[in-house]
């Protein structure tokens, strides 16, 4: 597949400017129906119908945006053949393996117990979780040792958590991370120490993100994610939405080609949700009854597997720079094509198993961890074949 270009679908919507910037063009004259926003048209004639029920279930967004950046993409073509097979392939293993959110806490370093500093220790990784990735050798790169084990990648992070607290340093407390005399950038450094000369990349950004949530916190929510999740009222989506909206540092979502929107992609507010949901095993503060809204996670592991699946395919602008490694630009347009076709692709993989196998009980989060942890087998047997794509960032 690689070099097939997509001619994109005519794009359904034409940019028009926005509602606001009409209110805001300070032009004397009433609205035509043609020039208002259809969309904004469409809820006020449902409003005045008595149709809107503003109490309707919240829904994020972010498929709806992958399926726009799909139609309109160019540098990444999805494999329908690839994707029917690795759907059989996937389902088969899951179905083996029995895989299921009780899997999550068996991995060594996730927390065990099922309480509130669960909750917090959860808060604060997804709040840290993004860009592990280095361009130094593996006996070079950042890494922790802990355990009498050497962690590197996601794992470091959570190591290193794990790390502070046995050494009663209070990493998952948001009063801590206002604190600006106890948690600093020298204070984080030690937490995040590495056994080599790197050192964590965005350390200061690291800071910035617990410092914000710390404030966020303390003023909206007493302090305690868990009020997050009592305001969302068992919703997941409207977890995810709370994130973005009240949390800069969730709010994973950038411009594309013009698009009235921003597309959200939500990675890590999705991923928080998700942690909840297997680490609670649905239960408690993991309990969502529209949990099937979340979407695959679009990070840079998933992406390299489903490429070697052969599921999604890069054009050959897009091969080479992943191939050698070139760092590509966050929110540029090839990274949103990479990001967001990922998310298309694990969608069609999630509707390939439910059609073949409807008593099947997986959803795209499962498939997303699935993949990320056969993609790290394949990592740790030497099996990479295609490097990861590079892109710094505070968002995956
Ligand atoms: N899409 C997706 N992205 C994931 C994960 C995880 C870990 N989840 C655990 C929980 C349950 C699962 O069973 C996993 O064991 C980390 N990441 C992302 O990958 C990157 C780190 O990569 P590397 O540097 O190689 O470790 C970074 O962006 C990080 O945010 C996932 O599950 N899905």
Same mark, same amino acid.
């Given at each position: ?15 028009? /400017? ?18 208002? &926003? ?36 160019? @540098?990444?073509?999805? &494999?329908? !053949? ?18 299921? /959110? ?30 592990? *990735? ?8 950042? +890494? ?5 084990? !050497?962690? /590197? ?12 607290? &046995? ?9 801590? *991370?206002?604190?600006?005399?106890? %948690? ?8 995040? #120490? ?50 973005? %909206? @009240? ?29 909840? *949901? +297997?680490? =609670? ?10 949990? @099937? ?35 590509? @630009? ?13 998310? $298309? %692709?694990?969608?069609?993989? #999630? ?16 498939? &997303?961890? =699935? ?6 087998? $394949?990592? +740790?047997?030497? #099996?990479? /074949? ?8 505070? $968002?995956?």
């Amino acid at each position: 597949m690689i070099g097939s270009h997509y001619v994109p679908a005519p794009s359904s919507r034409d940019p028009k /400017t926005s509602t606001t910037q009409h209110l805001n063009s300070g032009k004397d004259h009433t609205m035509s129906d043609d020039e208002a &926003d259809p969309e904004l048209l469409a809820l006020l004639r449902q409003h005045f119908q008595g149709k809107l029920n503003l109490d309707e279930e919240p829904e994020t967004g972010v498929l709806e945006g992958a399926e726009f950046v799909y139609d309109n993409s160019i @540098d990444v073509a999805l &494999d329908m !053949r690839a994707t029917k097979i690795a759907a059989e392939m996937i389902y088969a293993q899951m179905k083996e393996k029995e895989y299921s /959110t009780t899997n999550w806490a068996e991995h060594e370093l996730h927390p065990k117990t099922k309480d509130e500093s669960t909750v917090a220790f959860i808060f604060t990784m997804d709040l840290l979780n993004f860009s592990f *990735w280095s361009l130094l050798p593996d006996d070079e790169r950042f +890494a922790v040792s802990y355990r009498d084990k !050497r962690w /590197t990648g996601y794992w470091s992070l959570v190591a290193s958590l794990q790390r502070a607290l &046995d050494e009663d340093i209070p990493i998952t407390d948001p009063h801590y *991370w206002q604190n600006e005399d106890e %948690c600093t950038l020298v204070s984080l450094r030690h937490v995040f #120490r590495s056994c080599t000369e790197e050192e964590i990349p965005l350390l200061e950004a690291r800071l910035e993100c617990l410092r914000e949530a710390g404030r966020v916190l303390y003023e909206k929510y007493n302090c305690s994610f868990t009020n997050c999740i009592s305001a969302a009222k068992g919703s997941a989506a409207g977890l995810v939405n709370l994130l973005a %909206c @009240d949390f800069r540092c969730f709010r994973d979502e950038h411009p594309f080609d013009g698009r009235r929107k921003p597309v959200r992609l939500l990675k890590r507010a999705q991923i928080l949700v998700a942690d909840l *949901w +297997a680490c =609670f095993n649905g239960e408690r503060y993991g309990e969502f009854r529209d949990i @099937d809204k979340i979407t695959m996670f679009a990070d840079y592991r998933v992406p390299q597997i489903l490429s070697s699946l052969g599921c999604i395919g890069y054009s050959p602008p897009l091969h080479a720079l992943v191939s050698k490694g070139e760092v590509i @630009d966050s929110g540029s347009r090839l990274e949103m094509q990479l990001r967001a076709c990922s998310i $298309w %692709c694990v969608e069609l993989l #999630r509707r390939q198993i439910k059609q073949d196998h409807p008593e099947a009980t997986v959803n795209a989060i499962l498939i &997303d961890f =699935f993949l990320y942890d056969m993609m790290k087998r $394949w990592e +740790a047997e030497g #099996r990479e /074949t295609m490097p990861h794509h590079r892109t710094r960032s505070i $968002w995956y």
